[in-house]
Structure formats: C-alpha cells, structure tokens
C-alpha cells in the first residue's frame, strides 16, 4: 500500500474543525511521500529513530515540525537538539536533564511530552501514576530551565476491544487534566494519543493531536 491523498485530504478536513493537530508519522517512508504531503500542505511530522530523522530533516523544506516519538536515548538528544519541534516520549528525569543541558547548549527550550503508561502491556514504555508524582515533584524542586512540559502522551492497548482502548484514554485524558491544573500554565495543552486504529476513539476521549501513520502512507 502507498501514501493516499485522499485519504489525508479527508482526516485533515474531519480533525481541523476540532482543532486537533495531525502529526504524520512517516517512519520508514521516503522523502518523497513526505514531500508529497508536504506540498498538500501538511506540517506535522514523526519519526522514531534518530538515524533516520538525521537523514531525512536536511534534505525536506526547512518549515516543517518535527516530532519525535519514538524512544530517546541520551546520547542521542544532542543530534537533534537544534531542530526537534517535540519530543514525545520522555519518562524520566534523567532523559529530561539531558535535553535541557542540550537545549541549552543550542540555545532554544524544547517541547516535551510525557510518557504515560496506560496500556495492560509489559512491554510499552511510559510512566505509572506513582512514578508521574515523583517526576513531577523532582521537577518542581528542580525545574529544568531548557525543557518546557507541554503535556502528556500515551498508547493504548494493541486490542481490538475498543472499549479498553476507550478506557485507557480516558484514564491518560484525567491525568492530563489533573496535571494540567497542577501546572498551572496555558502551555501545558497538548495531550498525545491516538494512531490510525483509535484515533477516532482518542478524540471523543479528549486527544489533542494524533499521531497516524499507516492510515497516511500505507502499511509498513
Ligand atoms: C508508528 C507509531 C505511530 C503510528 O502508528 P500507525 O498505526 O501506523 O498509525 C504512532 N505513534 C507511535 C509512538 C508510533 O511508534
């Protein structure tokens, strides 16, 4: 399966009217379907490994904003320090130490996300509510000046009950609330969830920005 315009022309046009931002996870796609959107007037784009968003960003129009939502390593935070727009999956504050010191370093504040663990799976990265609290009260004894915490993020559980995915947002979007007050600014509004199978259900369950890949550009 390949990269389908209509079928982006149409998601665009169902989240735009509920502001919800579509980040066009192109993960293992050239960079002519990446242009091919582009030109239809996408921005928003995710990729999960360094190695090839570093291929990618120099060679694609300078405007667009890079998401990264994959797994972060530390030594890696340095290589895209300079242009990453959010990075999505951070779940510790060692990792958030290190993309201030970089931050810093290249002179901006970068966007994070953090990782919330929601799925009954083992194997999803991400972050309990117990071990949220004490992130958050780390933070809050020792802000971190080049990072600015936009929200949250979260993958639901690989099911087809969707009444558990459903669940499992709405748990993520109660957190996100209830953090959101504790944060106390107008920044913290960007909650992460929803891919080509739920985003639909991510949504109703309150999601701020998506994140569809296969839907966009075809199976992997
Ligand atoms: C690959 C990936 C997506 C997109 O998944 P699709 O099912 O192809 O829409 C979204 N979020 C993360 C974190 C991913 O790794």
């Given at each position: 399966m390949n990269l389908n315009l209509?079928?982006?022309?149409?998601?665009?046009?169902?989240?735009?009217?509920?502001?919800?931002t579509l980040v066009a996870v192109s993960k293992t796609k050239p960079v002519e379907d990446i242009k091919t959107l582009y030109?239809?007037?996408?921005?928003?784009?995710?990729?999960?490994?360094?190695q090839e968003l570093l291929e990618k960003q120099p060679v694609l129009p300078s405007d667009i904003r890079w998401h990264f939502i994959?797994?972060?390593?530390?030594?890696?935070?340095?290589?895209?320090?300079?242009f990453v727009h959010l990075i999505h999956g951070v779940d510790s504050y060692r990792l958030l130490h290190e993309i201030h010191k970089e931050a810093l370093?290249?002179?901006?504040?970068?966007d994070c996300l953090l990782q919330i663990h929601i799925a009954n799976e083992e194997t999803k990265f991400g972050l309990d509510a117990t071990e949220l609290a004490e992130l958050w009260a780390q933070l809050t004894a020792q802000p971190l000046t080049g990072v600015r915490?936009?929200?949250?993020?979260g993958?639901?559980?690989?099911?087809?009950?969707l009444a558990i995915v459903r669940e499992e947002f709405q748990h993520l979007h109660s957190l996100f609330v209830q953090y959101q007050s504790l944060a106390g600014y107008a920044a913290f509004d960007t909650l992460s969830m929803g891919m080509s199978a739920d985003f639909r259900i991510a949504?109703?369950?309150?999601?701020t920005l998506v994140r569809v890949g296969s839907l966009?550009?075809?199976v992997r």
């Open positions: 209509a079928q982006y022309q149409h998601l665009a046009e169902e989240l735009a009217p509920k502001n919800v030109d239809a007037g996408q921005r928003d784009f995710g990729e999960n490994y360094v994959g797994h972060l390593q530390r030594n890696k935070v340095r290589s895209i320090a300079a370093r290249a002179g901006r504040q970068i915490i936009r929200g949250m993020m993958m639901a559980s690989f099911t087809d009950n949504v109703e369950s309150g999601s966009l550009f075809g």
